[in-house]
């Protein structure tokens, strides 16, 4: 584990006890993956989202993606 992953979980953990705190949801349930696997899904969730973009129209090239993230995602580079 490196001071990134373990600080990001901490934040992440935060979230989710404050979500329980506040009556926004009763539990959460977390599950992790197996390691060395995860990258499978996360590929597969964004070549559905490519094609779905393509049939669209929505972004036909990298710069084009490149600025749609900056638009949804403020402080994205």
């Not at 600080?7 to 197996?34: H, Q, T």
């Not at 490519?50 to 036909?60: D, F, L, Q, S, T």
């Amino acid at each position: 584990w490196t001071m990134r992953q373990i600080i990001k979980g901490r934040w992440v953990l935060g979230f989710f006890a404050w979500l329980v705190k506040i009556g926004g949801v009763k539990e959460v349930r977390l599950s992790m993956m197996m390691v060395g696997h995860a990258h499978e899904d996360i590929d597969a969730l964004f070549r559905c989202i490519a094609e779905y973009w393509a049939r669209k129209g929505i972004v036909r090239i990298p710069s084009a993606f490149q600025s749609y993230l900056k638009a949804a995602i403020p402080g994205a580079t």
